[in-house]
């Protein structure tokens, strides 16, 4: 039976992040992909490549959850964008409704396009409602700032602080992603299981981030939990798959590049 790798999150017009990365990488990785879509952000080339942000009705998002739950019966589900308080609860509300395997949420903190306030009550529906639902949560430095409420991340020492902070949180498994923001030569994310920490690295590919890469990483580890990996080893896959993208980098006419594993 072909495994089932199911996303919420947003569309991605140039199809370098949101749910055109996690459908690709699903399918990549041996998966049936199905989707929701909560939003759907563009770039405006007319002004610097400025985000545009448009959130999907909430009901529209339930509909889209019933109806994939209904034909799939999916058990791993990935969460990326969500970018309103409103979606957010609605969300959460279909997760809660059905017994879930895995959880992984990609916590996209501040939502481009939104006015601060908007961003901030974001911010807190996504803390309250959604990471206590998460079996598996990946934030990059930024976010696991934000979520740890650390002013800065400089080691790996605070990488682990920082983990340990955010599973207080409730996901069951953090993994801070150390990425091109973290001095040194190495790409470092620190795994936290509640117990055990896990220390991952791979050499960096140049300084400069690549539209994607925090999409393909979460989705790459749905997509091996859907195949019955456990979390340690999914991480661990999502990693060398998200690196190995970053190495095949695809260039557009965008100001970025975008994870393109080959």
Known sequence: MTPISYVIAGSEATGGAGIQADLRTFQQLGTYGVGTITC??????????GHRFVPIAAPVIADQIE?????????????????????????????????????????????????????????????TEILPLAT?????????CTLAGMDSIESVED???????????GPAVVVVKGGVGL??????????????????????????????????FAASTTAELAKGADVVDAVQTAKQFTHSGIVGRLASNAPFDAVLPR
């Open 40 to 49: 759907i952000v563009s770039f405006d080339p007319a002004a610097g490549w």
């Open 159 to 169: 990488l682990t602080e920082a983990a340990i902070r955010i599973a207080d949180l």
């Open 67 to 127: 109806a994939a739950t209904a034909a799939h019966e999916p058990e791993v589900v990935k969460i990326g964008m969500l970018g309103t308080p409103e979606t957010i609860a609605t969300v959460a509300e279909q997760l809660r409704a059905r017994t879930w395997r895995h959880v992984v949420v990609d916590p996209v903190l501040i939502c481009k396009g939104q006015e601060p306030g908007a961003a901030l009550d974001t911010d807190n529906a996504l803390r």
């Open 183 to 216: 001095g040194g030569d190495e790409a470092i994310d620190v795994v936290f299981d509640g117990t055990d920490t896990t220390i991952l690295r791979a050499p960096k590919v140049g300084e400069e981030r690549v539209s994607g890469a925090g999409c393909v």
């Open 136 to 144: 598996v949560v990946t934030p990059n430095l930024f976010e696991a």
